[in-house]
């Protein structure tokens, strides 16, 4: 079974600076697909970042990028120029491409941005 | 992206009671998909909802006590049922939408059993 693991409970930064949120899985799969999302205290789940395994490239949307490294199984978000709007839980997911809308979660990171 | 409506957003629900959420897809779609996430938990995978069969569970998940309903490609209900404390969490309904397989999740039915 896949595991989505997120070492870092709780993460911290100030405004306009840049934080490295961390994801590791386990997978036995050769393709897949890596999400970030975010939640806000309203509970909406929000994509940040999607990443395709089979891309080497990393996925980049504005000030959010992730550093790939699927040898290592890894998986980070980092946020640059960080905002207080920015702040809440983020999750890391994994979907097998063979499992269609099924997505296993990491237990989240709650990001708080100090001004 | 796709637009994901849910009802009820919030409710206070009486031990032993039965509760059903709408989700609603503003586009057709093949499977939605129901989650629950437990107060300060991460989410997880309840059940498929497939139009025209039975939804498929996810272990630890039993159609007893949420059953799912699935009877267009637009819409589907997750009812809880006789509930008890332990459901108090968020159930969040989600597509995957094929053209760049990107997953999004309703706003969310915040359960508080009392």
């Known amino acids: 079974a896949q595991t989505v693991t997120q070492s870092q409970p709780e993460m911290s930064v100030q405004e306009a600076e840049t934080v490295t949120l961390s994801c590791t899985y386990d997978?036995?799969?050769?393709?897949?697909?890596l999400f970030w999302y975010k939640q806000p205290p309203s509970r909406q789940m929000i994509l940040v970042i999607r990443?395709?395994?089979?891309?080497?490239q990393n996925a980049t949307e504005n000030r959010f990028s992730v550093n790939f490294q699927k040898a290592a199984k890894s998986f980070s978000l980092k946020i640059s120029d960080s905002q207080l709007g920015d702040a809440a839980m983020y999750f890391c997911?994994?979907?097998?491409?063979?499992?269609?809308?099924?997505?296993?979660f990491g237990q989240g990171t709650i990001l708080t941005v100090h001004p | 992206s796709a637009v994901i409506s849910q009802k009820p957003s919030r409710d206070i629900c009486q031990r032993g009671t039965s509760l059903t959420i709408q989700c609603q897809v503003d586009?057709?779609?093949?499977?939605m998909f129901w989650y629950r996430q437990q107060p300060g938990q991460s989410l997880t995978l309840i059940a498929t909802?497939?139009?025209?069969?039975?939804?498929?569970?996810e272990s630890g998940f039993v159609i007893d006590k949420f059953p799912i309903s699935r009877p267009n490609l637009t819409f589907s209900t997750l009812t809880v049922s006789n509930m008890s404390p332990e459901d108090s969490s968020i159930y969040l309904c989600?597509?995957?939408?094929?053209?760049?397989?990107?997953?999004?999740f309703g706003e969310g039915s915040w359960l508080t059993v009392v």
């Open positions: 989600s597509v995957e939408q094929v053209t760049g397989n990107t997953i999004y």
């Open positions: 997911a994994y979907r097998a491409s063979t499992s269609y809308g099924k997505l296993t």
């Open positions: 990443q395709e395994a089979y891309k080497q």
């Open positions: 586009s057709q779609v093949t499977m």
């Open positions: 997978t036995s799969e050769s393709d897949y697909y």
């Open positions: 909802a497939n139009q025209g069969s039975e939804a498929t569970y």
